[in-house]
């Protein structure tokens, strides 16, 4: 297994890349405009006091009619840029040629380039790397190097002497160039000087344009979460923009709340440019394959090739931020037989004292070394896991939010609106018993009682239902209960509950299904069947979790056993019950004998338990 000293070295890459870029905000250029010319404007006229200050710089006094028109021309950059709505890159590219050449021009009418003249080199190779990046500055220092290297060739031509002689026999000053600051040997020591200077200008400039861009993406994706937006939207909002940064197709996002002990895990796919995100199914080994190895905070790996004796080629950062190695051989394992990959960046994460997990990214392109993008990626989930974990805890709240009010509301119609009208119901039961009415006028108060009982009967089924919103695999089977000895109580029908002594381990979207889907089916037995006996049952077999409501009634319009395939096609079927159990994914069979009875069958495999975040 590789460590990290088996990775290529970082690529040097082009502007392109996102983390590189210079600044693209028209505002932001035209500031960084005004500063270089501001500062060309002070550099010149202070080269001019320090030539007034000691003139033996100074060889020729042409050297002072270049500095006036230097000056000049700095003032005329800063009054165009201070009148123009936009700096053009026509324009920043002519500029940046004129601070090219002018230190290599008025390096010939100055006596060598350690005066403070040379400082124009610096000011050139600087401007570069504030303007663009590590490219463009070693460019520009290569530039000046081949203008100095020019010079030093005019001069050993005679070119510069010829010019000279010109300027005397017109009346005019001399140029008086020396010679000797041009010989080869000092113009080597002074192009490396500049070609180091560009080197180390151009990758310090790059690495605060990368870490500028970096907070700035931060930003960006904090300013992407909406509290009134649930954790799928976000998730897959936020995440889908780090995916389009790392060109990564695929990426999974597993989390463990440590209070339910439930194990989530979402997917995240472009399609059609758009991030769409899925819960699925983690399997019953989820823990093991998405959240193993736990002491690394990122890993990044890849296939190994060919004659490599291991599967990957990996390193792992540990809980200090430091490379501490390869990455467990066996939780790559797990992993890819799951979810082959090429690469691969997982990042962990713990959000608050009950939620914590992993962030995939599957066939990631690297942006600069593993160790670089590991600690990037470690800094982006912290900054932006605490704007998540809130949108999780008001998601929270407002599920208990919702139980409570879901309460009040049962409590205010059983103590209201119920009572209410079973009073009405009673007392109209007391006015057909006592009163001598006429036949008509009595079935007419008959018929209103029996529409009073009616309602209580649907109050009390819509408060089961707003009761088994919040119902999980503790309160599932003592609800199942409630429900049968009720059911047995209102309808008179003799009604049981039975269920295996084994722990519950379903999701709670499961169970509120199940719930809602024992309730339809003794809704359905009570108007429709006219049965004597019903039995609900809940069982488990092998992994795998069946509800079973079991009556001795009509039954329903057809004899034999239906699969949920073949109920589909079948009119007069209990729809609710069929599309309930789509929504789990689960089971549905129904057998039916005409006259005898129906027995209603419902299967979900235990191991769905972290099938839905």
């Not at 200090?320 to 394992?333: C, Y």
């Not at 069946?546 to 079927?573: H, K, W």
Request: net charge neutral; glycine share 6%.
């Amino acid at each position: 297994m590789g460590i990290i000293s088996q990775f290529p070295l970082p690529r040097l890459r082009p502007r392109s890349l996102w983390r590189s870029t210079g600044p693209t905000a028209p505002e932001e250029v035209r500031r960084t405009e005004r500063w270089l010319a501001t500062a060309r404007v002070f550099l010149a006229m202070s080269a001019l006091v320090a030539a007034w200050v000691d003139p033996g710089e100074i060889r020729s006094v042409w050297a002072y009619a270049l500095l006036a028109f230097y000056i000049t021309h700095g003032a005329a950059v800063v009054f165009l840029l201070r009148n123009w709505q936009e700096s053009t890159p026509g324009f920043r590219l002519l500029v940046h040629s004129a601070d090219i050449v002018w230190p290599a021009v008025i390096s010939l009418l100055t006596t060598s380039q350690s005066n403070p003249f040379f400082l124009f080199f610096v000011f050139v190779i600087a401007a570069a790397a504030y303007r663009w990046g590590v490219w463009e500055t070693v460019m520009t220092s290569v530039s000046a190097v081949a203008l100095l290297w020019l010079d030093s060739l005019a001069l050993r031509l005679g070119v510069l002497r010829a010019v000279s002689y010109w300027l005397v026999n017109h009346n005019l000053p001399s140029l008086n160039p020396d010679v000797a600051d041009f010989a080869p040997q000092r113009l080597i020591m002074r192009s490396v000087y500049l070609v180091v200077m560009g080197l180390l200008l151009g990758y310090l400039a790059e690495q605060q344009r990368k870490l500028r861009a970096e907070k700035d993406e931060a930003g960006r994706l904090l300013g992407m979460i909406r509290m009134d937006a649930g954790m799928a939207a976000n998730l897959g909002e936020i995440f889908g923009e780090v995916m389009r940064l790392y060109h990564a197709p695929r990426a999974l996002i597993a989390s463990h709340e440590s209070r339910s002990q439930k194990i989530s895990l979402a997917r995240i796919e472009t399609r059609r440019g758009i991030a769409e995100l899925e819960w699925i199914d983690p399997g019953g080994t989820g823990a093991d394959t998405y959240l193993g190895d736990p002491p690394s905070l990122g890993i990044y790996a890849r296939q190994a090739d060919r004659r490599s004796d291991s599967d990957f080629e990996s390193l792992a950062m540990g809980l200090d931020g430091t490379i501490k190695g390869p990455a467990n051989r066996d939780f790559l394992r797990r992993f890819a037989q799951v979810h082959p990959f090429k690469r691969l960046i997982a990042i962990s994460f713990s959000s608050g004292p009950d939620l914590s997990g992993r962030v995939f990214l599957l066939d990631a392109e690297l942006t600069s070394s593993a160790e670089e993008d590991l600690q990037f990626l470690l800094d982006l989930v912290r900054q932006i896991g605490p704007a998540v974990y809130n949108v999780y805890l008001l998601r929270r709240l407002r599920k208990r939010a919702g139980a409570v009010e879901r309460a009040r509301l049962v409590r205010e119609l059983h103590d209201g609106a119920v009572q209410s009208l079973i009073g009405v119901e009673m007392q109209v039961d007391v006015l057909r018993r006592t009163h001598p009415v006429a036949a008509s006028l009595g079935l007419e108060l008959q018929r209103i009682q029996q529409l009073l009982k009616e309602e209580v009967l649907k109050l009390r089924e819509l408060m089961q239902e707003m009761k088994s919103a919040d119902i999980d695999a503790r309160k599932l089977p003592g609800f199942l209960h409630d429900s049968v000895d009720r059911f047995q109580r209102e309808t008179g029908i003799h009604a049981r509950f039975v269920m295996d002594d084994q722990e519950l381990l379903l999701p709670q979207p499961v169970c509120r299904e199940l719930a809602r889907i024992s309730q339809e089916a003794l809704v359905n037995v009570r108007k429709h069947s006219g049965a004597k006996h019903v039995l609900v049952e809940l069982l488990e077999s092998n992994g795998i979790w069946e509800l079973i409501i079991e009556d001795d009634g009509a039954g329903f319009p057809f004899n034999g056993r239906r699969t949920q395939s073949e109920l589909d096609n079948m009119d007069r079927v209990p729809t609710v019950i069929r599309e309930r159990t789509r929504l789990i994914e689960g089971q549905l069979t129904i057998e039916s004998k005409p006259g005898q009875g129906a027995r209603v069958e419902v299967r979900v495999a235990q191991h769905r338990q972290a099938a839905h975040g």
